[in-house]
């Protein structure tokens, strides 16, 4: 009887996953991946495998969720499989799905985590863990869904932040830009245009960009490529607003006035 | 001119390190570690100290806060420094300041980030990321503050999961247990003793254990050594609940009654 590990890759690129993780893809003796429930442009599947010593498998979404995941549970009946996964896996609620089926068959499983943009986001922007409320997805579809202005305001008055995760094309390596967001959220409502906001593009990785500014300003600001995220800021502690202005560039008017 | 870089170390152990922090350390000048904002009881230090190939300089809170960091700040305009830190960096307020001080005398500093309980508490539970609400530490002083109830109930009211954070004596290497969390927590409001929770103990380690049932057989049950924290369970999707079921062994009673 096999067994079967989620291993997060972390935030970028193929340096992201854990020294354990790292072990036990080392160790597997098949291993998979997919990139379709988050984006990794600067990871390199050659270097990957060459860091981990044997041949990955990318599996698609359909593969995963339509066909029940039969190949990777197929896989794990026969040996130790390694199922690499962009951020921290399970995150995404497909693997929950998938790991549900393999404990119904008796599979054991195991998750080495990883860096996530859900914490990451905290400590890159100097915003405090505790302050963020419930995190929302902005999605492709227009009209922009209730639940996204719902969550902001929910959060907003409660004096929380809100992480805005970009929806992601599946299959496409392409992404919804924060300035397209910022764009989509004052379509719905012109009053977002005066909140304070931070666009995160590439969180952790050298060529990271950050800028705390009114939701204004981050709709017409070139953040570069994938991945990229918006947090919707709400009531300030004195060491966050230093961080955003120190850091992040916030300026003493993006700081007033803000919804 | 220096440079400063925060490590995290992930969840458990000194291969909770993702592989570019490993570079970053190995690389470093001088190697810095703190222990006070979590604790890390798997981790070797002479292990870490041979995977980086330096000493690692342990350094309390005192030495962080008190003194604004110079020693840190010194060792920083002379060289290259990787400071280490348990779970994702920055989590902690703490590093926000000291960054920001960084940052004032122009040294160029940067997160490598690394697994939190914050993001992998999601995935261990499986219960989905986006409906957890704000998390609150529970402290060691009693009576409790009403700030924790609080936060409970309003993530409760608009069905949203809590992860409750788990206070930790600060240079004494200990943490309040599940069991003790869940007695106080009961001690202030009594009705908490139905409410469906999860406790989970060393998430991610070899020797994780979860379990998820009504807060008052948490309060009876022993989850073993640190780190451990508790999510008080919002309103369920069907896959959390068979998540919930089929992984942590949470009861048809568990499920029903709950606040």
Known sequence: MGSFTFIGLGLNDEKGMTVEGLEEARHSDIAFAEFYTNIMPNLDIGRLESMIGKKIHIVDRTQVENEGG???????????????VPGDPMIATTHVSLRLSL???????????????MSAICGATGLQSYKFGKTVTVPYEEPLPK???DTISDNHDRGLHTLLLLDVK??????LTIWDAAARIMRA???????????AARVGALDEKMKASKMRTLANEDFGGPPQSIVVVGKLHFVETEALRILWGAQDSDLRDSI
């Open 70 to 84: 039969s190949r990777l549970l197929e896989a794990s009946q026969a040996g130790r499989v390694a199922f690499l």
């Open 103 to 117: 404990s119904k068959i008796g599979i054991k499983t195991r998750i080495v985590h990883a860096a996530s943009i």
């Open 147 to 149: 639940s996204v202005l």
């Open 170 to 175: 599946s299959g496409q390596d392409i992404q």
């Open 189 to 199: 409502d012109p009053k977002m245009q005066s909140v304070l906001a931070v666009g």
